[in-house]
């Protein structure tokens, strides 16, 4: 959401990989529920587009969509309890089914695995 609003809590170093052509950018529909959920629940305060909004604003700027699969919802079973957001236990489920490398600011989800990068 950071990256398409342009908002000044995304770091210079996330910035970087976005705009490095060599990386495919991925968005999660994990993300996109999440941003449902907290839209109904806190309205533009929290979350300043919608989801579909978000959607296009993704699309526009060049992500891929990430659809979450049984396997990522079943992968969430075997995690240690380091964090536990329901929407980021199941990003941190997918990003190591995957392979994807998982782009967070959160430190505890960078406590999963070396493969998430912290910025």
Do not use: C
Not at 20 to 32: C, E, P, Q, W
Not at 51 to 68: L, N, T
Not at 84 to 101: C, G, H, M, T, V
Not at 107 to 119: E, F, H, N, P
């Amino acid at each position: 959401m950071w990256a398409v609003t342009d908002d000044a809590q995304l770091s210079r170093r996330a910035r970087d990989l976005l705009r490095d052509r060599r990386i495919t950018a991925f968005v999660s529909s994990v993300s996109i529920q999440e941003i449902a959920v907290k839209r109904a629940r806190h309205g533009v305060a929290r979350m300043p587009l919608t989801a579909r909004q978000a959607i296009a604003e993704f699309d526009a700027s060049g992500f891929r969509p990430a659809p979450v699969t049984w396997l990522h919802a079943a992968a969430v079973e075997g995690l240690p309890n380091l964090h536990l957001d329901p929407f980021d236990r199941l990003l941190i489920a997918q990003s190591l089914a995957e392979p994807y490398r998982l782009v967070t600011h959160d430190r505890r989800l960078a406590a999963y695995s070396d493969t998430v990068i912290l910025v």
